[in-house]
């Protein structure tokens, strides 16, 4: 066996992700082994809710690799995590679980012995409060790496990174500089060049409709154009200002890797619309990758055994050693 395994936090107690965990297991022959961080008592519940029968392998997080591993099995590190009487719905009482499960993660991830984190989905309401936008930003704030992060929702086809996450619209064009920009489109090119060995093609989007507006400083004249100019100079492979309502026609988009966007539904809703849940979210920046599926805890279909794996399944492969 290699030294290596995956490490998966199943994170929000009560969402579909054992669900999709499970259904991801059945048929799919990963090669190296995953390790998940999660209530052993949880997971027997939910097996038994949906019927499903894996055995489990309880493993010592201080001595991981002197245990046999194999996905034979279901490798778990129990957290404890005691039900309340509003089990199946999101509350707070999940919060200092969840924390336990990320502390837990974050401290084996310092051993370098794993090819990376998935983390099921959380409650940006009830976890996250008003600390962070979302979890991209609370792992960049862990690994204290606060300043050069970014998303990436990736597809092997299409992949979109937006150049602001989860802030309210109203605030999007203060958050658009120069700089930022330009050190985006560095953290896509090196993880491109280090991942796939290539560079990637970049298509940046603008801010306003058809990149125009009725005054003459607008974004794109202002910041976007001249941190193209910039990116440009340095041979970076990038191209724009596109307007977001013609740069995902098939005729343009396939000539890209990537395209920027200047906020998060302008690049994630074409996304969606084009591939579905095969896509998953990495966290660029990181000092490992941090994978996320791409879909939220829906605590509404939790034990109705129909929601769908195909977005874990696409993490698990990206991080399986073959």
Not at 42 to 66: A, D, G, H, R, W
């Amino acid at each position: 066996m290699k030294n290596k395994a995956i490490l998966i936090v199943a994170g929000e107690p009560n969402s579909i992700f054992l669900e999709i965990f499970f259904k991801s297991l059945v048929n799919n022959n990963f090669k190296t082994p995953i390790i998940l961080i999660a209530s052993k008592d949880l997971l027997i519940k939910q097996m038994k809710q949906l019927k499903f029968n894996f055995k489990i392998n309880l493993i010592n997080e201080k001595n991981i690799f002197l245990n046999v591993l194999n996905n034979k099995k279901i490798n778990i590190i129990n957290i404890d995590y005691k039900f309340k009487k509003n089990f199946n719905k999101i509350s707070k009482n999940s919060n200092t679980y969840i924390e336990n499960c990320f502390n837990t993660a974050l401290s084996l991830l310092k051993t370098n012995t794993f090819t990376g984190l998935i983390n099921g989905p959380i409650s940006k309401k009830t976890f996250l409060k008003e600390k962070f936008f979302g979890m991209t930003e609370y792992f960049a704030s862990k690994t204290l790496n606060k300043d050069k992060f970014a998303m990436l929702i990736y597809n092997k086809k299409l992949s979109v990174s937006p150049l602001t996450t989860h802030i309210p619209l109203k605030d999007v064009y203060k958050s658009i500089t120069k700089n930022k920009i330009i050190n985006l489109v560095i953290l896509i090119n090196e993880f491109y060049k280090k991942k796939f060995k290539k560079i990637p093609k970049i298509a940046i989007t603008g801010l306003n409709p058809h990149c125009e507006s009725n005054y003459n400083n607008s974004e794109e004249e202002k910041i976007i154009k001249p941190a193209i100019k910039s990116l440009i100079k340095k041979k970076f492979n990038v191209n724009g200002p596109f307007p977001a309502d013609t740069i995902f026609m098939q005729k343009i988009s396939k000539k890209y890797d990537v395209v920027i966007g200047m906020y998060h539904d302008q690049v994630l809703v074409p996304m969606k619309t084009l591939f579905g849940f095969d896509a998953i979210n990495i966290t660029l920046g990181l000092p490992f990758i941090r994978i996320s599926p791409d879909h939220g805890p829906n605590e509404k279909m939790i034990g109705l055994n129909k929601s769908n794996p195909q977005s874990l399944i696409q993490a698990i492969k990206f991080l399986d050693i073959k």
